[in-house]
């Protein structure tokens, strides 16, 4: 059965503490995963796409890393304006498909 | 994001009642997708359209239909609405690439 998971459910941080998020999946055949940042009541902000295993993306202090099972958001030095739950989601080769994970909910404190 | 629209921000339905929910793009983008949010359970895609007058079932279809007669708009329809509705719907344009602002929907 299709799946993603998102670890940990929430997540706390100093400012300037790096960590990283993480999804798993189980899928057959995956087309591309995708990370995104949503701020309460708003609607998600797509962040980056990877496509296959080894590819990475970096956008400011963000991170994205693929591998066979699994993506992590990777956050240096964070800022208070980073907090906001961090959404990963894949699609699979049968265009039907697509699977959110339920998120990250990531605060960091100054 | 400016280039997806919905509407209206939040209702409150009675249970049997029916509504319909706005989603317009400015681009002109083929797909178009209907996604509800619900806490715990991660987003999960309703039905989706890669043109007008295609559309498609997503994973949890049941209870909404759809229309797409243009490209600009693509309404999602409840006929009879249940309390298990009630969430919050995004509309979704470019592969999940850009979500509308939402509509927080109440069936009671």
């Known amino acids: 059965e299709d799946q993603v998971t998102q670890s940990p459910e929430a997540l706390r941080l100093q400012e300037g503490e790096s960590s990283s998020l993480n999804c798993s999946y189980t899928?057959?055949?995956?087309?591309?995963l995708f990370w995104y940042r949503q701020d309460p009541g708003k609607g998600p902000e797509f962040l980056f796409t990877?496509?296959?295993a080894g590819e990475e993306k970096e956008k400011e202090r963000l991170k994205a890393t693929l591998t066979k099972k699994e993506s992590f958001l990777h956050i240096t030095a964070p800022k208070p304006e980073d907090s906001a739950t961090y959404l990963c989601?894949?699609?699979?080769?049968?265009?039907?498909?697509?699977?959110f994970g339920s998120g990250t909910k990531l605060n960091v404190k100054p | 994001n400016a280039g997806v629209t919905q509407t209206p921000k939040f209702h409150i339905l009675k249970t049997g009642q029916s509504m319909t929910l706005q989603c317009a793009q400015d681009m002109n983008h083929g797909y178009l997708s209907w996604y509800r949010q619900d806490p715990g359970m991660g987003l999960r895609r309703i039905h989706y359209s890669v043109a007008a007058g295609i559309t498609d079932k997503g994973e949890v279809p049941d209870g909404y239909n759809v229309s797409r007669s243009n490209t600009e708009d693509f309404p999602l329809r409840l006929e009879s609405a249940a309390p298990s509705q009630t969430s919050v719907y995004f509309c979704?344009?470019?592969?999940?690439?850009?979500f509308g602002p939402g509509t927080r929907l109440t069936v009671l």
């Open positions: 989601a894949v699609q699979i080769y049968n265009f039907n498909k697509f699977y």
């Open positions: 979704a344009q470019r592969l999940e690439q850009f």
């Open positions: 990877l496509y296959s």
């Open positions: 899928v057959s055949g995956l087309r591309g």
